[in-house]
T-cell receptor
Framework: DTEVTQTPKHLVMGMTNKKSLKCEQHMGHRAMYWYKQKAKKPPELMFVYSYEKLSINESVPSRFSPECPNSSLLNLHLHALQPEDSALYLC?????????????FGPGTRLTVL | AQKVTQAQTEISVVEKEDVTLDCVYETRDTTYYLFWYKQPPSGELVFLIRRNSFDEQNEISGRYSWNFQKSTSSFNFTITASQVVDSAVYFCALSSIAAGNKLTFGGGTRVLVKP
């Protein structure tokens, strides 16, 4: 299995809702990432988990809460989002969090906040 | 600080034409890695190639080829005999230990291949 899966593919939520994005990989990778991508822009790193521990938080607002229940799963909990948070959210994984490890990306969740 | 520049925002070609995507990077590190990713309309970024800073050999993989020139800090990508399926956004990226092993992406180049 050489893919990263993400659910849901699309999500529409109101500003008072609570929702979660899910990401899964079965490649034995020990690093997992969340990125946010706005239209016509490159992905922006949000969080990095290495061996199930949060190693990087790129000053992301607390309305985004990541969770890594085990080495194969990564969640992003969303609460009280703003319309400007509408974007494509990409999950990625790599063998480890090293500079030479290529990252494998999932298809993303397209989020719309009303 | 690291920086990756892809000066071409959009390139439009007719099928079977060759297309070259430019990537220029800045880093103070002596050891670093360069990557190219393809993002088709479906949204998923697809890894294409990784190159380390000590390996300046050009590489060819099918219709894809890469030209790494450390002297000009460039890592250009050529698609030979383009096909409609090559239509996508292509990102060049840079990673190094000093930058926390994080990928620094260029702004991306949108390639449109017309039949």
């Amino acid at each position: 299995d050489t893919e990263v899966t993400q659910t849901p593919k699309h999500l529409v939520m109101g500003m008072t809702n609570k929702k979660s994005l899910k990401c899964e990989q079965h490649m034995g990778h020990r690093a997992m990432y969340w990125y946010k991508q706005k239209a016509k822009k490159p992905p922006e790193l949000m969080f990095v988990y290495s061996y199930e521990k949060l190693s990087i938080n790129e000053s992301v607002p607390s309305r985004f809460s990541p969770e890594c229940p085990n080495s194969s799963l990564l969640n992003l909990h969303l609460h009280a989002l703003q319309p400007e948070d509408s974007a494509l959210y990409l999950c990625a994984s790599s063998l480890g969090h090293a500079e030479n490890n290529e990252q494998f990306f999932g298809p993303g969740t397209r989020l719309t906040v009303l | 600080a690291q920086k990756v520049t892809q000066a071409q925002t959009e390139i439009s070609v007719v099928e079977k034409e060759d297309v070259t995507l430019d990537c220029v990077y800045e880093t103070r590190d002596t050891t670093y890695y360069l990557f190219w990713y393809k993002q088709p309309p479906s949204g998923e970024l697809v890894f294409l190639i990784r190159r380390n800073s000590f390996d300046e050999q050009n590489e060819i993989s099918g219709r894809y080829s890469w030209n790494f020139q450390k002297s000009t800090s460039s890592f250009n990508f050529t698609i030979t005999a383009s096909q409609v399926v090559d239509s996508a956004v292509y990102f060049c990226a840079l990673s190094s230990i000093a930058a926390g092993n994080k990928l620094t992406f260029g702004g991306g180049t949108r390639v449109l291949v017309k039949p």
